[in-house]
């Protein structure tokens, strides 16, 4: 079956430059979420799309943005990086938003490190 | 505001015994809880959900979860634990109309022993 792909799986840049990492939602999931979660962290929320639009915020710094295209796909840009943003980021993906019964599938995750 | 707590850094118990992976939650309102298991350097994959209904949640591979309201707790339970549970397990709580906007806890280190 299909899964949530993400790419690429590791990035490793230097402190001020920026990244952008990519999330291949399942086919005919709307929805996609990305999370961080540092080295040894719980996820943190970050951001979420629904239907290529902006659905809810969480602790996502203003160096980063992101989007949802029109084939769902979603990319995460990160500028100015700094040491702090080391992490591995998530990407989920689910049909429908608001509706915690379609279950939530998670991407293998991008690694990201800044030297 | 909403929180997950796992009290416990790691868990260890020999295979073929059961074992527990304890879960306190505080949120407002009704709590959507949910059971992760992520092995190294891969994605949280789903185990189990509680949204509403029996207490008693039925998951993948073997694991349930017991939802107990008074005790605002949602633990993690396996009768008989194999060698290939070994993994980290993260609890989660949410709300409906914040959809996945999941607040993880810490995660818990499952290590079963031959």
């Known amino acids: 079956a299909a899964g949530v792909i993400q790419s690429p799986r590791h990035l490793i840049k230097e402190k001020r430059e920026t990244a952008t990492l990519k999330c291949y939602p399942i086919?005919?999931?709307?929805?996609v979420y990305w999370y961080q979660q540092g080295p040894g962290q719980d996820p943190q929320f970050l951001i979420s799309?629904?239907?290529?639009?902006?659905?809810d915020k969480g602790s996502i710094p203003d160096r980063f943005s992101a989007q949802q295209f029109s084939d769902y796909h979603s990319e995460l840009n990160m500028s100015s990086l700094e040491l702090g943003d080391s992490a591995l980021y998530f990407c989920?993906?689910?049909?429908?938003?608001?509706?915690?019964?379609?279950?939530?599938?998670f991407g293998n995750g991008t690694r990201l490190t800044v030297t | 505001a909403q929180s997950v707590a796992q009290p416990e850094d790691q868990v260890n118990v020999a295979e073929g015994n059961p074992l527990t992976v304890k879960c306190t939650y505080s949120v407002s309102g009704n709590p959507y809880l949910f059971w992760y298991v992520q092995y190294p350097n891969r994605g949280l994959q789903f185990l189990l959900k509680y949204i509403t209904g029996d207490n008693l949640v039925k998951g993948s591979y073997g694991f349930e979860a017991e939802f107990n309201k008074s005790q605002t707790s949602f633990h993690l339970k396996k009768p008989s634990a194999l060698v290939s549970d070994s993994a980290l397990y993260f609890c989660a709580v949410g709300r409906m109309d914040s959809s996945y906007k999941l607040i993880f806890g810490s995660g818990t280190r499952l290590l079963v022993r031959p």
């Open positions: 086919p005919r999931h709307d929805t």
């Open positions: 989920a993906s689910s049909v429908g938003f608001g509706s915690l019964n379609s279950p939530l599938h």
């Open positions: 799309f629904y239907e290529k639009m902006q659905s």
